[in-house]
């Protein structure tokens, strides 16, 4: 049986990957993953690792009743797709638009898999 889009996602995760789909048709980047391209309805989909180098697009804080602050932030991938996530390693509120990040894994915590972040890019590259 064909492992799901979502399954192929999260093996690459795994395996400190960040993978996303490619539509040939289209000529760019898909995702969230999906068995179908919503550019050009084709079903042909390559999958490729991302290099994990983004920007940030747009962040917010949010402020839970109980926990620390956190950010959430659209990533705009080099590879051409955006992604919400958050940023690590910073202060919440020091997270910036247009500030360049890069990908790591998240690691699993009880029932919850591995997820992907980001963290603030070293030399801004």
């Known amino acids: ?3 799901s889009p979502l399954a192929i996602y999260q093996t690459h995760l795994d395996k400190d990957e960040l993978a996303y789909q490619w539509s040939p048709e289209a000529g ?17 989909l390559e999958w490729r690792v991302a290099s994990g180098l983004g920007t940030v697009y747009a962040t917010t804080v949010t402020h839970p009743q109980q926990g620390e602050p956190y950010n959430v932030a659209l990533i ?8 919400m996530s958050r940023v690590e390693d ?4 020091a ?7 890069k990908f790591r894994v998240h690691p699993a915590e009880g029932e919850q898999p591995v997820y992907p972040v980001f963290v603030p890019a070293e030399d801004g590259r």
Do not use: K
């Open 1 to 3: 049986m064909e492992q």
């Open 28 to 44: 760019r980047a898909v995702f969230y993953p999906r068995l179908v391209c919503p550019f050009s309805g084709s079903t042909v």
């Open 76 to 83: 705009d991938c080099d590879e051409g797709f955006r992604m």
């Open 90 to 93: 910073i202060d919440p509120m």
């Open 95 to 101: 997270v910036t638009i247009g500030l360049r990040v």
